[in-house]
C-alpha cells in the first residue's frame, strides 16, 4: 500500500470510527460490536504508525498521547464560569421566582430548562474551525487548569465536529431556524466554546475502587472525588484508564439561539453527548414534580446526581437578570433531600485547632451517608450540645446538608435506656492539661505551647493560600511529629535525600516528590508567607494589607527581615493601617515582641526561605491613593477579590470592617449591615455604577 492508497483508507477509517462512536455515546446505538470496533481502530493504528504524516489532530489514536505534564497551565475564562446557588425546599424555588419576577419590570413571559444535577466536574471546551483546541476545568470560575490532554482521552467529547453536512441535516431535523443553520452551511464556527460536566458512572467507580483497594490504595469516597481526581492526572494514561465520561449542556458563543432549550438540540446535532433527561416546563409546579421524580428514580441512573438544575429557558431574559456573586440570578440547584440516617454517638471529643479554639465533636459508630463512611460529625461549641441535649449513648439523626457537611440534626430521647451520659465541658485541655479559658462561646487553651497546636500550626503552614506545600497533609505531618523529625514547621525544609527512605511510606519516589515540592515552596510572597504564621485574628485579607504596608517602609527578603521590620513598629503604627483594630493590633505586637518568634524566623531563614516581591499591576493613575474602601453587598461586574485587587492596583486601601478611617463604601446588592453603619458615621456611600465611572477617571 502506497501513501496515498493509505491516505484514502485512513480516512475511511477514522470517518467510520467517529460514527460509530457518535451513534453509542450521542444515540445510544450499538451498531457493531465493541471487538469490531477494537478491530477498526487497530487497524488505523497500524496504518497511521506505517506512515505517521498521516497522522492528524482528529484521529481515533490521538486520545491518548503525549508524556507526562510537570504541572497543568492556567486558563482564563473571559466569561466566567459561573455556580448555582442552592434550594432545599418548596419555599426556597417559591423565593427564587419572586425574586426574578421583581425584577423583571415589567414581567416578560418565560418558561423553564430542567436538568439533572450531575456529581461531576465541570469542564469548558473551545473549537477552532470544528477542531479541539482547549479543554479547561472551572477553577474559581475565572481562572482554570488546561487538562486537554486528559479530555482528549473521554470517548464521549469530539475530537472534531460531525461534518457539515451532517450538522445542516442535524439542525433541521431538530427543527432548528435557518439563522442557526447559516453558521454550518459553509464552514464551521471560527471559534466555539461549550461547557459541560465530566463524571464517572457507577460501575466504573466501582471498578476503580475496587483496584484500588487491592493495590492498598486509598478509595475515592464519591464520583465527584473521582472525577475530580482523575481529569487532573498528570499523566493522561491514567486518565485514560479511568474509562471517565461527560454531558454537554451549555454554548457560550451566539449561534443564534433563543433559548436553553436550543442549545441542547444544538449541541446533540454537532455531535456532543446531552443528558437525554432534560426537559422544558411551564411552571415551578411541574419543576417539583421533575424534582421529586428523579429523587425516587435517581438509583435506576448508572451515574449520580444531586438535585435537579433550574433555569430560565429564554436567554433573553436570562442574560437581563445577571449575575450576583458568582450564581446567574436565573438558574438555581434544586438539592434532593438531605441523605440522613441513624446512628449512636460513641463519645464527644474536643479537637485543639491552631488558635488553641475547642470544639467539641461527636464520635459516632460509622455509618454510610451518600456514598461516604461517616465516622465524626461537628458539634461546633458547647451551647450547640446543650440545644440538643445530646448526650454520650445517644441515638441521633445525621445528615449531610446539601451532600456535604455531617451533621447531627436529632436526638431520639424516647431510645434512651439510662445509660447515656452527659457531657460535662472540660475546663481542661485534653491534650496538654492547661487551663481551657472561656472567650464568648467557646473555650481556648491558654497554653501558647500546646502540642495541638503545633500541629494545627504547622497543618496551616503547609495549606494552599500559604506556603502551599502540596502532597505534605496532615497523616504526613503527623509522623514526622511522631517520629521526632520536626519540632516546627522550619524543620520541614531541613530534610535531604536519603533522610525518609525507609521510613513507613517512604521510597525512593516517594521522598523524590515530598522534597521537591518542599523545594519549590521555598520561594513565596509576603502575603502567603505573613498568612501562613498563623498568628491569631490574622486572616488572608489582613495579611494582604500588612504586606503592602511593610512593602513602602522597606524590602523584605528574608524571613528575619520581617522581624526586624516589625519590631520598628509600635502600637500607633499599627493603628495607622487600614483596618486593623485593637485584637488585630494586640495579636501582631504580642507575636513580634515573643523571642519564640525571632528564633522561628531564624530558622527559616537558615533553611533558605525567601520572599520575592510583589505588587500589583498599577493602573495608569493611582487615583486612590490614600483612600480605604469597605464592600458590601454583591456587585455584578467584579467578584469581590477581584474588586479589592483593582483597589489595590489604584493605590487605594481595603479594609474589612468599617471605621472612621474608612473613605467610601461601595454598596452592591442585598448589603449588610455595614450600609447602616456607615450612615450612622455619615461615611460616603457609593453605588456601583458610581464606583465604576471612579474607576473610569483612571
Given at each position: 500500500m502506497n501513501s496515498a492508497e493509505a491516505k484514502k483508507r485512513i480516512e475511511k477509517l477514522k470517518k467510520e470510527i467517529n460514527h460509530y462512536r457518535y451513534a453509542y455515546h450521542v444515540l445510544n446505538q450499538e451498531l457493531i460490536p465493541p471487538a469490531a470496533l477494537d478491530s477498526l481502530k487497530k487497524e488505523l493504528f497500524d496504518l497511521e504508525k506505517r506512515f505517521p504524516r498521516l497522522i492528524t489532530a482528529d484521529s481515533p489514536t490521538q486520545r491518548i498521547g503525549g508524556k507526562p505534564l510537570k504541572e497543568f497551565a492556567k486558563v482564563r475564562h473571559l466569561v466566567p464560569m459561573l455556580s448555582f446557588n442552592d434550594a432545599f425546599s418548596q419555599e426556597d424555588i417559591l423565593n427564587f421566582e419572586e425574586r426574578n419576577l421583581k425584577l423583571l419590570n415589567p414581567v416578560e413571559k418565560f418558561d423553564y430548562y430542567l436538568e439533572l444535577k450531575i456529581d461531576g466536574l465541570a469542564i469548558k471546551l473551545i473549537y477552532e474551525n470544528g477542531f479541539l483546541k482547549i479543554g479547561s476545568t472551572r477553577g474559581d470560575g475565572y481562572l482554570g487548569e488546561d487538562v486537554i490532554s486528559n479530555i482528549k482521552t473521554i470517548e464521549a467529547i469530539p475530537l472534531k465536529l460531525l461534518s457539515l453536512a451532517e450538522i445542516a441535516k442535524n439542525l433541521k431535523l431538530a427543527g432548528l431556524n435557518q439563522k442557526i443553520i447559516k453558521n454550518f452551511e459553509d464552514r464551521y464556527p471560527a471559534e466555539l466554546e461549550v461547557r459541560g460536566e465530566v463524571f464517572i458512572t457507577k460501575k466504573n467507580l466501582f471498578v476503580l475502587n475496587d483496584q484500588r483497594t487491592k493495590k492498598g490504595e486509598t478509595t475515592f469516597a464519591n464520583p465527584r472525588n473521582a472525577a475530580a481526581g482523575s481529569l487532573r492526572q498528570l499523566d493522561p494514561k491514567i486518565s485514560a484508564s479511568r474509562k471517565l465520561d461527560s454531558f454537554i449542556y451549555d454554548i457560550v458563543s451566539d449561534l443564534g439561539q433563543e433559548t436553553h432549550e436550543e442549545e441542547h438540540l444544538i449541541l446533540k446535532s454537532l455531535g456532543f453527548k446531552v443528558n437525554p433527561y432534560s426537559k422544558r416546563v411551564k411552571n415551578m409546579v411541574e419543576a417539583s414534580k421533575f424534582r421529586d421524580e428523579w429523587e425516587k428514580r435517581r438509583e435506576e441512573l448508572d451515574f449520580e446526581i444531586d438535585g435537579i438544575v433550574i433555569q430560565i429557558n429564554q436567554n433573553s431574559v436570562f442574560q437581563k437578570l445577571g449575575v450576583v456573586g458568582k450564581a446567574p440570578r436565573a438558574a438555581i440547584a434544586f438539592k434532593f433531600s438531605p441523605k440522613q440516617t441513624t446512628t449512636r454517638v460513641k463519645n464527644i471529643i474536643l479537637q485543639v485547632g491552631r488558635t488553641g479554639i475547642l470544639t467539641p465533636v461527636a464520635a459516632l459508630e460509622p455509618i454510610e451517608l451518600g456514598g461516604v463512611r461517616i465516622s465524626r460529625a461537628s458539634l461546633h461549641n458547647q451551647a450547640e450540645i446543650e440545644k440538643l441535649d445530646l448526650r454520650i449513648g445517644d441515638t441521633v439523626i445525621v445528615s449531610r446538608a446539601g451532600d456535604v457537611i455531617p451533621q447531627v440534626d436529632q436526638v431520639l430521647k424516647n431510645l434512651r435506656d439510662g445509660q447515656e451520659k452527659k457531657f460535662i465541658f472540660p475546663k481542661k485541655c485534653p491534650i496538654c492539661d492547661s487551663t481551657a479559658v472561656k472567650i464568648g462561646a467557646y473555650y481556648r487553651c491558654s497554653n501558647k505551647n500546646c502540642v495541638a497546636l503545633l500541629r494545627e500550626q504547622i497543618y496551616h503552614f503547609v495549606s494552599k493560600p500559604a506556603f502551599d506545600v502540596k502532597g505534605l497533609g496532615p497523616k504526613i505531618i503527623d509522623k514526622f511529629l511522631d517520629w521526632g523529625l520536626i519540632q516546627d514547621a522550619a524543620d520541614l525544609f531541613k530534610f535531604k535525600s536519603g533522610d525518609l527512605v525507609g521510613l513507613e511510606g517512604f521510597d525512593l519516589t516517594s521522598e523524590k516528590n515530598i522534597?521537591?515540592?518542599?523545594?519549590?515552596?521555598?520561594?513565596?510572597?509576603?502575603?502567603?508567607?505573613?498568612?501562613?504564621?498563623?498568628?491569631?485574628?490574622?486572616?488572608?485579607?489582613?495579611?494582604?494589607?500588612?504586606?503592602?504596608?511593610?512593602?513602602?517602609?522597606?524590602?523584605?527578603?528574608?524571613?528575619?527581615?520581617?522581624?526586624?521590620?516589625?519590631?520598628?513598629?509600635?502600637?500607633?503604627d499599627y493603628n495607622a493601617i487600614v483596618g486593623f483594630g485593637p485584637k488585630i493590633i494586640a495579636s501582631l505586637t504580642d507575636y513580634f515582641n515573643n523571642s519564640k518568634t525571632k528564633v522561628f524566623l531564624e530558622k527559616l531563614t537558615r533553611a533558605g526561605i525567601k520572599i520575592k516581591s510583589q505588587s500589583f499591576s498599577a493602573g495608569s493613575k493611582n487615583i486612590f491613593t490614600g483612600q480605604v474602601f469597605v464592600l458590601t453587598g454583591q456587585l455584578k461586574n467584579y467578584g469581590r477579590e477581584e474588586a479589592k485587587e483593582l483597589i489595590r492596583s489604584l493605590g487605594g486601601g481595603v479594609a474589612e470592617s468599617i471605621s472612621k478611617k474608612t473613605s467610601f463604601l461601595v454598596v452592591g446588592?442585598?448589603?449588610?449591615?455595614?450600609?447602616?453603619?456607615?450612615k450612622k458615621l455619615g461615611l460616603k456611600t457609593l453605588t456601583e455604577p458610581e464606583f465604576l465611572k471612579l474607576i473610569k477617571k483612571s
Open positions: 522534597l521537591a515540592n518542599i523545594d519549590r515552596a521555598k520561594t513565596i510572597s509576603l502575603r502567603r508567607f505573613l498568612y501562613g504564621l498563623g498568628i491569631i485574628h490574622f486572616g488572608q485579607e489582613n495579611a494582604n494589607v500588612l504586606a503592602d504596608f511593610l512593602k513602602k517602609r522597606g524590602v523584605i527578603k528574608k524571613p528575619i527581615d520581617l522581624w526586624l521590620a516589625a519590631r520598628k513598629l509600635n502600637p500607633n446588592e442585598n448589603p449588610g449591615s455595614k450600609l447602616a453603619q456607615a
